[in-house]
């Protein structure tokens, strides 16, 4: 006969906790997990929030604002101011094809009127693809303006859904005209609301959009306030902007190894930063989580303890009558894994209906809860907290079942 | 088995417990010899070191000097598990307080012995039920220990010792716990074994139980005083 059948006979054949101990030591092992499950879940939920805001602005971009030059190069002082200009943008797309986009913003502060409201508006002037770079995604019914309204300097405008409401109020502002510097400008689209984690000037809510070329026309402006790089792949990010100071230090007279001639935001580098730091967190949450776990783990432990000193006399006799060390040892730790195990599955049910009725909360309209996130489980913290508990569970068991095995049957057999 | 038909070949047998601070010597030199079909009683005052021989002839403990040979088995040097397995084949033990299991039937009481041997489970069931037929509890396979008599447990306890038909019994004070009339059918039914053949172990301070065995040891201050046949 196979271990396995008298390891199973022995198990099934044991003598069980009384009810309320079982109960109760379940019931820590269920706490446990819900701590663990609802830590990690929080953690979680943060961690897709804080990216979906992060990639609200736009994915593998940096942003470039000229500065002024802290070094001598090829004869030139230092402390020259450096100008970019919209003529500029091509020639750059030119010479680094490899990048998804090139993009220059300019920017200007006007006062817009519609009917008898006026709003001091940040005014964007770019090219048409920063729509789709910059996630300007228009509400259904409106759109971002193209490559035909920037060849035809066009007076449209796109609206952050901030100044839309400022503006219009619950009405619909697409195809409404609205003025700015007395030039009437027709509404084209509105920002789908976002949650948007990384941005410069403002934000993409709280501005207003039109082609460049109206906006040089209007304003009367060549010098861009920045400029918008994509790059095809994130890795890419630090070399593209080393051959973009390549490209443009002999061209406006800078030594491209000059930090204060370009002022760079790479959007790349900060969000693997933010990554760590949510690493960091989910690990964090994840140790707290564990260690309340680890004392429910203690429980079980206790209990399994004190069950073997009363079945001292039991496993004497068994001992006794031809028992081997893994007949006693297993079934004992089998019993602790059970305790853990039911408590786990409790716990992890009761954890999955707690996140589940929190799906029903809206987060999209809170101000807090648009950065906390919904809590979420995912596969991993499942695996995870199984693991643990099944670690726990062993450990539980094997301690108190080691005690067990040690047990003299000699010493226990005689007398009451 | 020996050449000379005995089941127990015990020379030179100390047993020294070793608390740290103090050595005591509870056996100071043992030479027994039993022989297949003999029904030996051991007797002794407490202290005397009869426990320590119970202990070391049912192998739950292992002597600190000379040689034990248990059914052509010797027991010097052997791992734990495998002194269980010799425990398991070669002795069944019966003990004052009967320690069966309180919350398995008497019917799994009897089969736990033949579950550690791997005999199969129908054959366990059967042999089961059969060795309690014959203590006479044949309509008692399915109470637990609890709902027993003292006397009723002890016959079960003589049931789980014969369950491996193992080479000898070994009864520790088996009458100790019982009121007499209980006490004189348990060793009926020792008399009985006896009779048909098995070699009997019973350790004891009542006279009147040695009387009714076929060879008395005394056991006195860790050593042998006295055996005589009766």
């Not at chain 1, 999955?352 to 101000?367: C, G, Q, R, Y």
């Amino acid at each position: 006969m196979s271990d396995l059948t008298i390891i199973s006979t022995l198990f099934a054949s044991s003598a069980r906790l009384q009810k309320k101990r079982a109960y109760l030591t379940i019931a820590a092992i269920a706490w446990g997990t819900v701590a663990i499950l609802m830590l990690l879940a929080f953690g979680e939920g943060l961690k897709r929030q804080l990216d979906r805001n992060r990639r609200s602005t736009g994915e593998n971009l940096a942003v470039i604002w000229p500065g002024e030059t802290s070094k001598t190069y090829k004869g030139l002082p230092a402390g020259r101011a450096i100008h970019v200009r919209a003529g500029d943008i091509d020639w750059i797309r030119e010479r680094m094809p490899e990048l998804r986009a090139v993009h220059g913003e300019m920017q200007t502060w006007r006062p817009a009127t519609y009917g008898r409201t006026v709003k001091n508006l940040r005014i964007i002037g770019t090219n048409p693809s920063y729509g789709e770079s910059r996630k300007h995604y228009p509400v259904a019914g409106g759109r971002f303006f193209n490559d035909e309204d920037e060849a035809q300097r066009r007076r449209v405008i796109f609206l952050g859904d901030e100044v839309a409401k400022d503006l219009f109020g619950h009405e619909d502002p697409v195809g409404k005209t609205l003025l700015i510097a007395n030039s009437p400008y027709l509404v084209i689209g509105v920002m789908q609301h976002k949650t948007q984690m990384g941005m410069y000037g403002g934000p993409d809510s709280n501005h207003a959009v039109i082609p460049m070329s109206t906006f040089r026309a209007q304003f009367s402006r060549e010098v861009l306030q920045e400029l918008v790089i994509e790059v095809q792949d994130p890795a890419q990010m630090k070399a593209e902007l080393r051959k973009l100071n390549e490209v443009l230090g002999p061209k406006y007279g800078y030594d491209p190894g000059d930090d204060h001639a370009m002022h760079t935001w790479d959007m790349v580098k900060s969000s693997q930063v933010t990554k760590n730091i949510l690493t960091g967190i989910q690990l964090f949450l994840g140790i707290v989580g564990a260690l309340t776990l680890i004392i429910g783990g203690v429980g079980v432990a206790n209990i399994m303890y004190a069950v073997v000193k009363e079945r001292t006399r039991e496993i004497g006799v068994k001992m006794a009558l031809g028992a081997k060390r893994r007949w006693i040892i297993v079934p004992f730790v089998l019993e602790g894994l059970t305790y853990t195990l039911v408590g786990g599955a409790l716990g992890m049910t009761i954890a999955t209906l707690l996140v589940a009725s929190m799906s029903f909360i809206d987060i999209e309209h809170n101000k807090v809860l648009s950065f906390l996130g919904r809590p979420t489980l995912s596969l991993q913290i499942g695996m995870f907290t199984s693991c643990i508990l099944g670690l726990i569970g062993v450990l539980a068991g094997y301690f108190p079942a080691r005690r067990a095995a040690s047990i003299d049957p000699a010493a226990t057999l005689r007398y009451e | 088995m020996n050449r000379n038909g005995s089941i127990i070949h015990m020379s030179g047998i100390r047993k020294v417990y070793d608390t740290g601070k103090v050595k005591v010597e509870a056996l100071k030199g043992v030479d027994l010899e039993i022989r297949k079909g003999e029904m030996v009683a051991i007797v002794g005052p407490s202290g005397s070191g009869k426990s320590t021989l119970m202990n070391l002839l049912g192998c739950l403990d292992t002597p600190t000097a000379g040689s034990y040979e248990l059914g052509g088995d010797d027991v010097a040097g052997v791992t734990r598990d495998e002194l269980a397995e010799i425990r398991n084949r070669r002795v069944g033990f019966v003990f004052q307080n009967f320690n069966l299991l309180p919350h398995i039937s008497s019917q799994e009481n009897v089969e736990m012995p033949m579950l550690f041997g791997g005999v199969p489970v129908r054959e366990r069931r059967e042999r089961a039920r059969d060795l309690l037929t014959k203590v006479g509890l044949g309509d008692r396979v399915d109470h637990k220990p609890t709902e027993l008599s003292g006397g009723q447990m002890q016959r079960v306890a003589i049931a789980r010792a014969l369950a491996m038909d193992p080479a000898i019994i070994l009864a520790d004070e088996p009458t100790g716990n019982l009121d007499t009339s209980s006490g004189s059918d348990i060793m009926s039914i020792f008399n009985e074994l006896w009779k048909q053949g098995r070699t009997l172990v019973i350790i004891t301070h009542d006279p009147a139980l040695a009387k009714r065995a076929s060879r008395v040891v005394e056991i006195r201050d860790g050593v042998v005083m006295n055996d005589h046949m009766n």
